[in-house]
C-alpha cells in the first residue's frame, strides 16, 4: 500500500517535499516512481528509480527543479520540488511495482502502465 502526502498550495518559485509511505513493498527491489495529472490531462511520468542499478528518470519538464529520493529503511519515497511553476500544478501519485526493463525512461513509462493500486495522491497547487 502507498500512501502520498505533503502536497499543498506554493507561490511559484517555493518548494515542497513529496512523501510516499510505502507498506508491504521492499524499495530496493521495485521499480517506484512519481507521476501526475492535471485537470483534463493524462496521467505523466514526472520521476523514477530503478530498480536494477538505482538510475533516475526525470521527465524533461522537471530536470533540475524534481530530485527524487528513496529511504529503503523507513520504506519512503520522496519527491523534492524546486522553482516550482503553475504548470507544475496536479495531483501526485507514487507508485511501485516490479518492472525492468533496458532503459530508465521505459522503465518509468511501463511502470505507468501497469500499476493499478493508485493511491487517493496529494494535491500540489501552485499559484500567486
Known amino acids: 500500500q502507498l500512501v502520498e502526502s505533503g502536497g499543498g498550495l506554493v507561490q511559484p518559485g517555493g518548494s515542497l517535499r513529496l512523501s510516499c509511505a510505502a507498506s508491504?513493498?521492499?524499495?530496493?527491489?521495485?521499480?517506484i516512481g512519481w507521476f501526475r495529472q492535471a485537470p483534463g490531462k493524462e496521467r505523466e511520468a514526472v520521476s523514477c528509480?530503478?530498480?536494477?542499478?538505482?538510475?533516475?528518470y526525470y521527465a524533461d519538464s522537471v530536470k533540475g527543479r524534481f530530485t527524487i529520493s528513496r529511504d529503503s529503511v523507513k520504506g519512503a519515497l520522496y519527491l523534492q520540488m524546486n522553482s516550482l511553476k503553475p504548470e507544475d500544478t496536479a495531483v501526485y501519485y507514487c507508485?511501485?511495482?516490479?518492472?525492468?526493463?533496458?532503459?530508465?525512461?521505459?522503465?518509468?513509462?511501463?511502470?505507468?502502465?501497469?500499476?493499478?493500486?493508485w493511491g487517493q495522491g496529494t494535491q500540489v497547487t501552485v499559484s500567486s
Open positions: 508491504g513493498v521492499i524499495l530496493d527491489y521495485y521499480a
Open positions: 528509480i530503478s530498480s536494477s542499478d538505482a538510475s533516475e
Open positions: 507508485a511501485a511495482d516490479l518492472v525492468w526493463h533496458d532503459t530508465v525512461q521505459a522503465m518509468c513509462f511501463q511502470l505507468g502502465k501497469t500499476f493499478t493500486s
